[in-house]
């Protein structure tokens, strides 16, 4: 049996995902992976949602300093239409884009295109995330980042969300964007699921 070696396909497009959680680098190694595209003299392009407002709108910003234009698009459709024509297709938080982002990036990658999605794998419930799970299928490569635990140093692979220093609500909104003192990167054994709907009359009741 030859040794498995890992090789970029000769013709035609592909998807690599990378996915982790918060604080595990995803924005950084997309970044990477775009900016050798072009010192390569590619065409490529960094895509994120419009939702993510974080530090720069007109750029991606990982959370150690590394930086790349990047335009914004508000649907998968949007996505399809702004990353036409271009070699490398950067897609950042790809969680948050609709369902749409899957046929999108499959149009994509048929046309020829390196399409590159970073994003959450799970949310803070420790659920997949949007259409991560598709993409994770079908992508050619796949990248699992993991970040150093805040309680622990372990690996870390799930997001901790806190509200007020405690775990937040099973039943609350999954999209928080940018409010970087309420979340954690944890492992699974230091990952504390919120309470639900149900034993939030607990919290109501204290
Ligand atoms: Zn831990």
Known sequence: ??????????????????CGPMFSGKSEELIRRLRRAEIAGQRALIVKPLIDDRYDV???????????????????????????????????????????????IDV????????????????????????????????EFVDKLEAVCHRCGGPATMTQRLVDGRPAPFGGETIQVGALDSYEARCRACFAPGLDVAAGALAHAG
């Open 58 to 104: 007109g750029h991606v910003v990982s959370h150690a300093g590394a930086k790349m234009r990047a335009v914004t698009a508000q649907s998968g459709g949007e996505v399809e239409r702004l990353a036409g024509g271009y070699d490398a297709v950067g897609i950042d938080e790809v969680q948050f884009f609709d369902d749409a982002i899957v046929g999108a």
């Open 1 to 18: 049996m030859p040794p498995v070696i890992r090789t970029q396909p000769h013709a035609g497009g592909w998807l690599e995902v990378v």
């Open 108 to 139: 994509l990658v048929s046309g020829g295109a390196r399409v590159v999605a970073a994003g959450l794998a799970q949310d803070f419930r420790g659920l997949p995330f949007g259409a991560m799970p598709t993409l994770l299928c079908v992508a």
